[in-house]
């Protein structure tokens, strides 16, 4: 694993920095920094103040612009800040100037993702996807960071002890990846193996945006102990029981949460985990509801899918957490024939748009639970008779 010096540190005051560029509005980016300060919190740290700064597009050296880092200097010296956090990713150069201007730790959301990752990761197989994508996400920015070493100036003697240090750390880099791939690959084929070994049962995959009760509902559907909390990638894992409903088998999984902005080399890396989705003959997509912005998660989600090649299996959607969108949208001076009115027209808006296959559950007060598992099951039995459609398949 990394030996990282930009370790968060328990209940670290933090501050956020976001930018808004040519093709995004102020509403958008105050969204994305609500998601970072999530995270945040999940990696232990407390958002203390945001930052936000206009531009076409990002600063080739400061990535925000020498002003607004002024401005930033001046507040975090006043206050007892130690980290600055970026919602985009930033080059090696760029975290070399700003470290060096704002002299604290600077992350950028890639970098704060992996953080959570890693301390997440529990198999084998996740400590390894994790470091890998460790490796590949610091390769670009060795030179970067190692700027401050070079000499300045060019011609005879200008290949300074730097330039011989970050081309040796580029080749150390690059023989752990290579290593890590090797390692990675081994492991994938067991768990191909044992994937293989599971017979002939319909696979069904929970899939959707971190945090929307995945794990809470593979608890109720399974009848299992899977971990589950309210922060973002409570499990990187992919968790697989064997469930029966009605004298009806069937495989549930339960894998990562997909988010906004999950950097290219996570998600390669963590490819082989899903696999299960990629495998699996119907999918659960998980949608919390309440959230402001669940439209734009179900987009996020679906780009995902389309990306691992699982968008044209079929997918039942979940609306959960509807005990927290009537807490949120309903005042106690509402009348019920009002209320009833707007969750009608909620559901017929999503039948419409998921041709039927929905429904709506609250998985904490274990709401239309039984509904759902007749959902499933219906779904389940019909893939079974499309698969064996010459063989008796009993229920």
Same mark, same amino acid.
């Given at each position: 694993?990394?030996?990282?010096?930009?370790?968060?540190?328990?209940?670290?005051?933090?501050?956020?920095?976001?930018?808004?560029? $040519?093709?995004? =509005?102020?509403?958008?980016?105050?969204?994305? #920094? !609500?998601?970072? /300060?999530?995270? &945040?919190? +999940? %990696?232990? *740290?407390?958002?203390?103040?945001?930052?936000?700064?206009?531009?076409?597009?990002?600063?080739?050296?400061?990535?925000?612009?020498?002003?607004?880092?002024?401005?930033?200097?001046?507040?975090?010296?006043?206050?007892?800040?130690?980290?600055?956090?970026?919602?985009?990713?930033?080059?090696?150069?760029?975290?070399?100037?700003?470290?060096?201007?704002? $002299?604290?730790? =600077?992350?950028?959301?890639?970098?704060?993702? #992996? !953080?959570?990752? /890693?301390?997440? &990761?529990? +198999? %084998?197989? *996740?400590?390894?996807?994790?470091?890998?994508?460790?490796?590949?996400?610091?390769?670009?920015?060795?030179?970067?960071?190692?700027?401050?070493?070079?000499?300045?100036?060019?011609?005879?003697?200008?290949?300074?002890?730097?330039?011989?240090?970050?081309?040796?750390?580029?080749?150390?880099?690059?023989?752990?990846?290579?290593?890590?791939?090797?390692?990675?690959?081994?492991?994938?084929?067991?768990?191909?193996?044992?994937?293989?070994?599971?017979?002939?049962?319909?696979?069904? %995959?929970?899939?959707?945006?971190?945090?929307?009760?995945?794990?809470?509902?593979?608890?109720?559907?399974?009848?299992?102990?899977?971990?589950?909390?309210?922060?973002?990638?409570?499990?990187?894992?992919?968790?697989?029981?064997?469930?029966?409903?009605?004298?009806?088998?069937?495989?549930?999984?339960?894998?990562?949460?997909?988010?906004?902005?999950?950097?290219?080399?996570?998600?390669?890396?963590?490819?082989?985990?899903?696999?299960?989705?990629?495998?699996?003959?119907?999918?659960?997509?998980?949608?919390?509801?309440?959230?402001?912005?669940?439209?734009?998660?179900?987009?996020?989600?679906?780009?995902?899918?389309?990306?691992?090649?699982?968008?044209?299996?079929?997918?039942?959607?979940?609306?959960?957490?509807?005990?927290?969108?009537?807490?949120?949208?309903?005042?106690?001076?509402?009348?019920?024939?009002?209320?009833?009115?707007?969750?009608?027209?909620?559901?017929?808006?999503?039948?419409?748009?998921?041709?039927?296959?929905?429904?709506?559950?609250?998985?904490?007060?274990?709401?239309?639970?039984?509904?759902?598992?007749?959902?499933?099951?219906?779904?389940?039995?019909?893939?079974?008779?499309?698969?064996?459609?010459?063989?008796?398949?009993?229920?």
């Amino acid at each position: 694993m990394i030996d990282k010096q930009q370790k968060i540190k328990t209940e670290e005051r933090a501050v956020l920095v976001g930018l808004v560029q $040519k093709d995004q =509005t102020s509403e958008q980016v105050a969204e994305y #920094l !609500d998601e970072l /300060a999530f995270l &945040a919190e +999940t %990696a232990g *740290a407390i958002t203390i103040e945001r930052f936000t700064q206009k531009m076409l597009r990002p600063d080739s050296k400061t990535f925000v612009g020498k002003g607004k880092l002024e401005e930033i200097k001046q507040y975090i010296d006043s206050r007892n800040i130690g980290l600055v956090i970026f919602d985009d990713e930033l080059t090696g150069s760029q975290i070399s100037n700003i470290q060096k201007e704002l $002299k604290v730790v =600077t992350l950028d959301r890639s970098d704060l993702i #992996l !953080d959570i990752f /890693a301390r997440r &990761a529990r +198999t %084998a197989q *996740a400590k390894v996807q994790v470091e890998l994508a460790q490796y590949q996400y610091i390769l670009p920015r060795l030179r970067g960071m190692w700027s401050h070493l070079e000499r300045q100036g060019g011609g005879i003697g200008s290949r300074g002890p730097g330039e011989t240090e970050i081309e040796t750390d580029r080749r150390i880099v690059k023989d752990k990846i290579s290593l890590l791939r090797k390692r990675l690959a081994e492991i994938d084929k067991q768990s191909f193996t044992q994937r293989k070994d599971r017979g002939e049962f319909i696979r069904v %995959a929970l899939v959707g945006y971190t945090n929307v009760g995945k794990s809470t509902l593979m608890n109720l559907l399974s009848k299992s102990e899977v971990f589950a909390e309210n922060k973002l990638f409570a499990t990187l894992d992919t968790t697989t029981r064997k469930v029966v409903f009605e004298n009806t088998p069937f495989l549930l999984s339960d894998t990562v949460g997909f988010i906004r902005k999950l950097p290219h080399h996570l998600v390669e890396s963590f490819k082989s985990t899903l696999d299960e989705v990629r495998e699996a003959d119907i999918l659960l997509h998980v949608v919390d509801i309440s959230h402001a912005q669940h439209e734009d998660q179900i987009g996020t989600v679906n780009k995902t899918l389309q990306e691992l090649k699982a968008f044209d299996k079929p997918i039942l959607t979940i609306f959960n957490k509807m005990d927290l969108y009537e807490e949120r949208n309903f005042d106690e001076w509402l009348q019920d024939e009002v209320k009833q009115e707007i969750l009608l027209d909620l559901k017929q808006k999503w039948e419409h748009i998921t041709e039927g296959n929905c429904v709506f559950v609250s998985a904490l007060e274990k709401r239309n639970i039984d509904e759902l598992r007749t959902f499933i099951l219906n779904k389940v039995r019909e893939m079974y008779k499309i698969r064996y459609p010459y063989k008796t398949v009993h229920f």
